[in-house]
Every structure is written in C-alpha cells, then in structure tokens.
C-alpha cells in the first residue's frame, strides 16, 4: 500500500517537475504569500555563514537561494527527495547559479540517514505528504548538532472549517492523493506532536488565516 502510494506520487512529481517552478507560484491558490512564508521558514532556523543544511523534500530547490545567502559558500546543503525528475530540476539550478557546496540524495525522507551534526534541518510543503512523518522528524531531531534546529513548514486545513468547504478548497491543492485522506489523517497534528516532543523551544505560527503552519524547535539537550 505504502509502495504503490509512493509510486503514484513519484509519478506525479516526474510530471510536475518540468514546470514546478511556475506552477507552484499558484499553490495553494494565486497570490498565496508563499515566498514570505518559505522566507519565515528559512529564518526560523537561525542559521550563520557556515552552517550545514539538510533540505527534505528539497523539490527543485526552491529554498537553496534562501539558505545559500545566509550560510554562503563555506555553509553546505544536503538536498533529499524521492522524484529524480525534482532532483534534476534542483541540479540544473545549482549548476546556473555555480553553487558547489549542495549535494542532492535521492530517497524516501522516511528512509534517510539523516548525516550526524547537521546545524539545521528544513522541510517546507512537503513533509504532511510523507505518511511516517513523525519518525523522519524523530530521526532528524537526533542528528542535529547541539542547539541544532528544525524548522517545518506546511499546509493545512483552517481549525473549524466545514467539510464541504475543506474538501472544494483542497480538490486544487492536493489532486495528485487522497484529498480525504489527507483531511482525515490531519498530518499537521502528527508533526505538530512529534515536534514538540523531540525539540525544546518549541514554537508553532499557523499562517495565513490558518491555512499554512511554521513549526520549529531546537535540539534538546
Ligand atoms: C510540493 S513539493 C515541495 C518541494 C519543495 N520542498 C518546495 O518547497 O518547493 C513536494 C516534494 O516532496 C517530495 N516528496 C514527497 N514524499 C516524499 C518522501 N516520502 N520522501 C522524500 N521526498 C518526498 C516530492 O517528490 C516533491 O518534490
């Protein structure tokens, strides 16, 4: 079940990928504030000039730019996802803009080594779509360096919404899954879980009338 899912996924993502970056300025609707909120999400992981960086889900590289101005050439990127076509697209824009410090793994995040010491780990609009959530947030949080932190930003359903208007609003969301299973799984509370209980300093910010979350937290020690 896991591996058809996957398979239907990764087969979606090889379609998407040739125009992902174009395609996704209209994600979730047109002129939704998603730069801003990727711009929060790269904040909240408080990185310096150095730091190192595993990027789950990483697509085609949309957050590089983000991470690269911060922790320049002497920081380093770990990108990782499941789709070789995302991969191929991220390549083509650390080749244009001659960033030699990215390296990019393709993997299921629920499978990857998470490399120890990392300074930071960052997933955005990716990690409710990967159904082991919890434990990729578990595994990350035990490779961070000390005072590490993981920053997760997401999609999710506005608190007191009515079915009927869930399920229209993410019908243009989410058409490559289940739109029901996503609804019913609520993975935003699972990450939200699994964040607070693996991460001091924990933090959560819904966005966006409550439509997007930012979640993030720090090693514990
Ligand atoms: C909506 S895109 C987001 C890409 C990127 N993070 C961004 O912000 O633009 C979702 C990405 O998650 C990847 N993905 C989905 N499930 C995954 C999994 N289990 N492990 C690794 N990557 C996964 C897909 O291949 C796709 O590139």
Redesign the pocket.
């Known amino acids: 079940m896991i591996d058809r899912t ?1 398979e239907h ?2 087969e979606t ?1 090889r379609k998407k990928a040739k125009h ?1 970056d174009i395609t ?1 300025r209209l ?1 979730p609707a047109p002129g939704y504030p998603q730069r801003g909120q ?1 711009r929060r999400a790269v904040q909240a992981l408080g990185l310096r000039p150095g730091d190192s960086v595993i ?6 590289g ?2 590089f730019p983000l991470i690269e101005d911060v922790i320049g050439p002497t920081g380093r990127i770990v990108g ?4 070789d076509a ?1 991969l191929a697209r991220a390549q083509d824009r650390t080749e244009t803009n001659g960033w030699s410090n990215i390296s990019l793994v393709q ?4 499978d990857f080594d998470f490399p120890a010491e990392a300074d930071a780990i960052l ?4 990690l409710s ?2 159904p082991d959530c919890a434990e990729v947030i578990a595994h990350g949080a035990a490779a961070l360096s000390a005072g590490g932190r993981w920053a997760v930003l997401d999609l999710k359903v506005p608190d007191n919404t009515p079915g009927w208007l869930t399920q229209a609003g993410t019908a243009t969301v989410r058409p490559f899954a289940s739109i029901e299973e996503w609804i019913m799984r609520r993975p935003w509370d699972a990450i939200r879980a699994a964040m607070q209980e693996e991460l001091a300093d924990f933090s959560w910010t819904e966005l966006f009338f409550g439509t997007a979350f930012l979640a993030s937290g720090s090693r514990l020690s």
């Open positions: 996957r996924l990764i993502y992902y996704c994600y990727r990027d789950i889900a990483c697509g085609t949309l957050n990782v996802d499941l789709t995302m993997a299921d995040a629920a997933s955005t609009y990716a779509q990967v």
